[in-house]
């Protein structure tokens, strides 16, 4: 009588598993700087009364909900798992581009002025350089997966990474020269690409 021999137990292979295991890493790593983050904007907004610095610190909420959506989402399988994580995901890009379209228009008309914010211009130049860098990792992670959820997130995280830019060169102008328009200027030009981002992952 021949023996049968158990089902064999599918797992991903190993490329698959050190891939995950890296696009878990980038959105943990992700996660604890906002985290970390926000205690510091909120800090840095209320002392230098900076309407910028104060949605940075939004943009790093929106931030958290989308990096804890891709650790949802490759926790698990399947297409519709993957489609409500992209809707979720654009539901973030339209929520920041939404606010700083408000936020941009308001610190233009009110003509806000803020203090001078060295913790913030030091918070924002390093948040820039690590962000680009967590956003190329996701691009590089999720393009290898095939994995759209974890690119579209990646693109929040270059957002985030174009917003810290937006908001440094923001304080660097109005503490140097005074030209305290140039941070609500910058930010329509991340609404737009916002906007963009949105479209494309609530269609997908």
């Known amino acids: 009588?021949?023996?049968t021999s158990p089902a064999p137990t599918s797992a991903p292979a190993p490329d698959t598993a050190r891939?995950?295991?890296?696009?878990?890493?980038?959105?943990?790593?992700?996660?604890?700087?906002?985290?970390?983050?926000i205690v510091v904007l909120a800090?840095?907004?209320?002392?230098?009364?900076?309407?910028?610095?104060?949605?940075?610190?939004?943009d790093s909420l929106i931030e958290i909900a989308a990096s804890t959506?891709?650790?949802?989402?490759?926790?698990?399988?399947?297409?519709?798992?993957?489609?409500?994580?992209m809707r979720l995901i654009g539901a973030a890009?339209?929520?920041?581009?939404?606010?700083?379209?408000?936020?941009?228009?308001?610190?233009?008309?009110?003509?806000?002025?803020?203090?001078?914010?060295?913790a913030g211009i030091a918070w924002t130049a390093v948040t820039a350089a690590v962000m680009f860098l967590l956003a190329h990792g996701k691009?590089?992670?999720?393009?290898?997966?095939?994995?759209?959820?974890?690119r579209t997130e990646g693109r929040v995280t270059l957002v985030d990474a174009l917003l810290a830019t937006a908001v440094l060169l923001g304080l660097l102008l109005n503490s140097a020269l005074g030209?305290?328009?140039?941070?609500?200027l910058a930010g329509y030009v991340i609404v737009f690409y916002g906007l963009k981002?949105?479209?494309a992952a609530l269609t997908h």
């Open 19 to 37: 891939l995950l295991r890296r696009g878990f890493a980038l959105e943990w790593a992700t996660l604890a700087w906002n985290v970390v983050g």
């Open 43 to 58: 800090f840095a907004a209320v002392a230098a009364r900076s309407v910028a610095l104060a949605g940075f610190g939004l």
């Open 179 to 184: 030209l305290w328009w140039a941070d609500p």
């Open 139 to 150: 691009s590089r992670t999720g393009a290898a997966l095939d994995n759209p959820v974890l």
């Open 1 to 3: 009588m021949a023996s």
């Open 197 to 199: 981002e949105a479209r």
């Open 69 to 85: 959506v891709v650790i949802w989402e490759l926790s698990g399988t399947g297409e519709e798992r993957q489609r409500k994580a």
């Open 93 to 118: 890009f339209l929520a920041l581009a939404l606010y700083l379209l408000v936020q941009s228009t308001w610190a233009l008309a009110a003509g806000h002025h803020a203090h001078h914010s060295p």
